[in-house]
């Protein structure tokens, strides 16, 4: 089935379609010119009145399609392709005998004044070089039409894959915002039932973290200032839960600040070297953030737990899914003897591609 897009005037609307016809009808006549075509068949003119011809031809030729082109396109604004290239062509046809008896008539008188042979034979060939114009004519507007087409699929396409994406990454980031709730009410309930001093302060930060993942839910990019903004309250969190037993050390200069990242990944990983590693007063747990080679990266130590943590897709493949999704990137795992390391790209803007793997 032929696909169905609206019949728009591709070629015979153009803007410089007159410069095109002139163009057109000089390159014919200095073709046959060169081919000796007038010698041939024994023809006598001034070069100047047999250009004009051939500029008319094409003029009449392609403003006939344009008018029949817009006939159809006012008729029907969805019509099948196939099918108005075909009526138009068919349409073009009488045109192209019209545009032929009308030069020949108009011109034919003051080429060629007499013998009737060779009035005969322009007359053939003035019907042979319309036609000719024509059927040029109708298979550049095929060709620019359908490709048209294709570029307007291509972008179709294009938007689906940009809304399937976002649609991905929208259900990747909603996991963050459950996870982070239900950890830190734990511990804000037992901070309450204690009368703890520090209750209001990590409510506060608690409420400072949760309204820039609330904010941020719907952005795909922030700036690295803007993450580390967001977890210095975090990091009080944390402090606060683990107390001396977690130790997080943040090593990042200034000049990296406008690059971009993923939002809340910093927390992700953060967590994941929580869920997985011993953190105590006797086992600290040592995180570092800095910038590396490949990025911005987040080392523990190894301490791993002695019991296996079912993993609920949350930490590292949720922030790996959204490199790709996002960039066509891949974050980096490095496991050493004592030493557990993750390194997520640094991006710039212009880099991201929406590539999509799958």
Same mark, same amino acid.
């Given at each position: 089935m032929c696909p169905v897009f609206s019949f /728009?005037?591709?070629?015979f609307n153009h803007r410089l379609r007159y410069l095109f016809i002139a163009g057109l009808g000089i390159y014919s006549y200095i073709n046959a010119s060169f081919? +000796? /075509?007038?010698?041939y068949y024994g023809l006598q003119g001034r070069w100047w009145i047999l250009m004009i011809g051939f500029i008319m031809i094409c003029l009449l030729d392609w403003e006939g399609s344009r008018l029949v082109q817009q !006939?159809?396109?006012k008729k029907s604004s969805q019509q099948q392709g196939f099918r108005a290239l075909l009526i138009l062509f068919i349409t073009s046809l009488p045109i192209a005998l019209f545009a032929a008896l009308i030069v020949y008539y108009f011109f034919g008188s003051i080429i060629l004044k007499n013998e009737i042979v060779q009035q005969n034979i322009l007359l053939k060939l003035t019907i042979l070089f319309s036609f000719r114009v024509n059927l040029f %004519?109708?298979?550049? #507007?095929?060709?620019?039409?359908?490709? !048209?087409g294709y570029k307007q699929k291509q972008l179709e396409m294009e938007e689906l894959k940009r809304i399937s994406i976002q649609a991905r990454?929208? !259900?990747i980031q909603e996991q963050i915002n459950p996870h982070f709730l239900f950890n830190n009410l734990n511990v804000l309930s037992t901070l309450v039932l204690q009368k703890h001093e520090n209750a209001n302060t990590f409510i506060e930060a608690f409420s400072s973290v949760y309204r820039y993942l609330l904010t941020r839910k719907d952005v795909e990019l922030v700036k690295l200032? +803007?993450?580390?903004?967001?977890i210095q309250p975090y990091i009080f969190l944390l402090t606060t839960r683990f107390g001396n037993g977690l130790i997080i050390e943040l090593d990042i200069p200034d000049r990296y600040n406008e690059r971009f990242i993923v939002?809340?990944? %910093?927390?992700?990983?953060? +967590? #994941?070297a929580i869920k997985h590693n011993i953190v105590s007063v006797v086992q600290p747990l040592h995180i570092r953030m800095f910038v590396s080679e490949d990025g911005l990266s987040v080392s523990n130590n190894l301490q791993e737990r002695g019991e296996k943590i079912p993993s609920t897709g949350l930490g590292l493949e949720n922030i790996n899914q959204r490199y790709r999704l996002l960039?066509?990137? +891949?974050i980096k795992i490095e496991r050493k003897a004592d030493l557990f390391v993750v390194t997520v790209p640094l991006l710039q803007e212009s880099v991201v591609t929406r590539s999509d793997p799958y």
């Open positions: /728009t005037m591709i070629l081919v +000796e /075509t007038f010698r !006939a159809i396109s %004519l109708q298979c550049v #507007n095929a060709v620019l039409f359908f490709f !048209a990454l929208r !259900a200032r +803007e993450e580390l903004e967001f939002p809340a990944a %910093l927390q992700l990983l953060v +967590e #994941n960039a066509g990137k +891949e």
